[in-house]
C-alpha cells in the first residue's frame, strides 16, 4: 500500500509540475512568483471535496438588504410570485426595489430569504411551447436571464406578469 501511495504522489507532483509548465508557456508568464499567484488562482476556482462536514451554513444576509421589508412601501414593485426552484414551483412574496429583487416566503415577513441583484440581466416571455407543468387560472411565464447564471423562471397571470416584467426591464437597466 505504501508503495502504491509513492507512486501515486510522484504521478501527482509530475501533474503538478506539467501543468505549471503548461501555465507558464500558455499565459507567458516569465518569473516563478507571478506563476505561483496563477496557480493558486487557478486552484480556488475549482472545488473543493472532502472538506463538507454535512452542516448548514447560515446565509450572510448584508445589514442594506435587512432594511427592506416585505411590505416596503417604497417599492417599485410587490406580490406574489410562482418561482421554479430544484424542479417545483413555489409561492414567495417579491419586492423589486433600487435593482434588487428581494423574495420574501410571506408578505409580512421582515427580512428577504434571498435577494437577487437584477441589474444586467435580460426579462424575457417564455414561449407557451416550452410550458410544462403549468395548470388552472391563466398562468403566464417570464424568466430573468444572466450569462453565466441559470435562467430564473416566474409566473403568475397575464395582468401582473405584464407589470412585473416592465419593471423588472427598468430595473435591469444603469440608470
Known amino acids: ?6 507512486a501515486n504522489s510522484v504521478r501527482i507532483e ?7 509548465e503548461i501555465v507558464k508557456k500558455e499565459l507567458g508568464i516569465s518569473q516563478e512568483e507571478d506563476l505561483t499567484l496563477k496557480m493558486i488562482e ?9 472538506q463538507s462536514t454535512g452542516k448548514k451554513v447560515k446565509k450572510y444576509i448584508p445589514q442594506r438588504l435587512k432594511e427592506v421589508t416585505a411590505n416596503d412601501s417604497d417599492s417599485q414593485m410587490s406580490g406574489w410570485l410562482l418561482r421554479r426552484s430544484k424542479g417545483r414551483w413555489k409561492r414567495l412574496w417579491f419586492v ?5 429583487l428581494y423574495a420574501y416566503r410571506a408578505s409580512e415577513d421582515v427580512v428577504a430569504s434571498q435577494s437577487i441583484p437584477v441589474l444586467g440581466y435580460e426579462v424575457e416571455k417564455v ?7 403549468m395548470s388552472g387560472e391563466s398562468k403566464f411565464l417570464f424568466r430573468l436571464v444572466h450569462p ?18 416592465f419593471s423588472l426591464q427598468e430595473a435591469t ?3
Open 127 to 133: 414561449p407557451e411551447s416550452e410550458y410544462e407543468d
Open 148 to 165: 453565466g447564471q441559470p435562467p430564473l423562471m416566474f409566473a403568475t397571470d397575464t395582468h401582473s406578469a405584464e407589470r412585473w416584467m
Open 14 to 20: 509530475e501533474s503538478a509540475s506539467e501543468m505549471m
Open 1 to 6: 500500500i505504501f508503495i502504491a501511495f509513492c
Open 173 to 175: 437597466l444603469l440608470k
Open 42 to 50: 487557478i486552484r480556488s476556482s475549482f472545488k473543493k471535496f472532502g
Open 96 to 100: 423589486l426595489k433600487e435593482q434588487v
